[in-house]
């Protein structure tokens, strides 16, 4: 007879089940660690510091730092489990920030937390938890996964109940290996009943605010931040309008993304926005709003979760900012060149970001995986030019 399941789909007692929780300090991830071991797991509880710089420690709604990891310890404590902090800076700074102002450099909009959940957390800290003997590694990330389904081994990832928490545009990186180890305990719950629980538990993060931005980037300047690890980011260049007309002059690329509108610090007359940073020119091109309308992505560093790739013209949904909702998408391309036309198109894409699929929409939808936008195809929208395709003169 086959042993029961217990609440995190191992067949073993809870009390001979080890987990390692990923306790960042926050409300989330402390409450997974009080849940677990209210229901008799073996917890241990794992802090990673990625970065410890000035303004940064002491800043109220980062993650991973000073504060945060005395917060940790803390609930560690109250709970009564082991807690460990591993100092991963030099790791977080090669593999997070370095990329960061890399891809700022290339002229790209780059997501950091992305980078991080792939390596520094779901590889090495995962790695860590199986050489502690774990069953499995759990976080305070809100988004769900189930057992394997009839006719598979392997776990499935779905966007979580609460929709205003999801977070599965941000782990769109993880691998299958890594799924069938990670545990999401807050997958079918909403913040609100996170928080009561933690009021519950008596936590003492119980109130802390919610980590906001990018946890390395003090006061959200992630310009000052870029041009300390890369000088050469504030070189100047030209602003140029798609007709050609070069309109002024900048002081860096790093101060402009792609559908800005303020601070471009030119006019024409008419409302202009960035439509595309041509970093090896250090250049930066303006036009109107429809010249931001796109439509078909060119995608990199594919990854599919559940098996091979669906074909070529397969109905998806596609995310590509963790703001907006999936919308109605197809897939065009192969293996080796793989891309997604946006049903409905979108304004402002910018490469860098990433393209999440889904399988549906709405709380449940699979997520069926993604890969970072290496281009976005601008378009006008139909009326406004015969072939629809926007052709700078400078080009």
């Known amino acids: 007879m086959a042993a029961t399941l217990n609440s995190l789909d191992i067949a073993k007692d809870p009390a001979q089940t080890r987990v390692v929780v990923a306790m960042s300090g926050g409300v989330d991830s402390s409450v997974v660690a009080a849940l677990l071991h209210e229901q008799g797991y073996e917890v241990i509880g794992v802090t990673l510091q990625l970065y410890d710089h000035g303004a940064a420690v002491a800043k109220a709604r980062s993650c991973c730092a000073g504060q945060d990891i005395h917060d940790a310890r803390r609930v ?80 499935s990832m779905h966007v979580p109940a609460d929709m205003a928490r999801d977070q599965s545009y941000f782990l769109f990186a993880t691998t299958q290996d890594q799924l069938d180890y990670l545990r999401f305990p807050l997958g079918h719950m909403k913040k609100a009943d996170v928080r009561a629980l933690a009021e519950k538990y008596g936590l003492s993060v119980a109130a802390k605010p919610d980590s906001q931005d990018i946890c390395f980037v003090p006061n959200g300047d992630y310009a000052q931040v870029i041009a300390k690890l890369r000088p050469e980011a504030h070189d100047p260049g030209e602003i140029v309008h798609m007709d050609g007309r070069v309109l002024g ?51 990199r560093e594919l990854n599919w979760l559940g098996g091979a790739a669906p074909d070529q013209g397969a109905e998806v949904y596609a995310k590509v900012r963790s703001t907006r909702p999936a919308a109605p998408a197809h897939l065009i391309g192969g293996p080796e060149a793989p891309g997604v036309i946006l049903n409905d198109g979108d304004h402002g894409v910018s490469p860098g970001q990433a393209c999440v699929l889904y399988e549906g929409e709405g709380p449940g939808a699979r997520v069926l995986g993604g890969g970072w936008i290496a281009s976005a195809e601008s378009v006008m929208p139909a009326g406004h030019t015969e072939e629809g395709k926007i052709q700078p003169s400078f080009a």
């Not at 997501?111 to 590694?137: E, T, W, Y």
């Open 76 to 155: 560690a404590g109250d709970l009564g489990i082991p807690h460990y902090v591993l100092d991963y800076e030099s790791r977080f700074r090669q593999s997070v920030i370095d990329d960061f102002a890399d891809s700022y450099l290339r002229g790209e909009t780059p997501i950091p937390c992305v980078r991080c959940n792939q390596g520094v957390k779901f590889h090495d800290l995962l790695s860590m938890a199986r050489d502690l003997g774990a069953d499995c590694l759990a976080t305070g990330h809100y988004v769900e996964s189930r057992a394997p389904q009839a006719g598979s081994v392997h776990r």
């Open 249 to 299: 002059r900048h002081e860096g690329i790093i101060n402009f993304t792609i559908g800005q509108r303020r601070g471009l610090g030119v006019t024409v007359g008419e409302p202009i926005y960035v439509i595309k940073i041509d970093a090896p020119q250090k250049r930066v091109v303006v036009g109107p709003k429809e010249a931001l309308f796109t439509r078909e992505l060119t995608l």
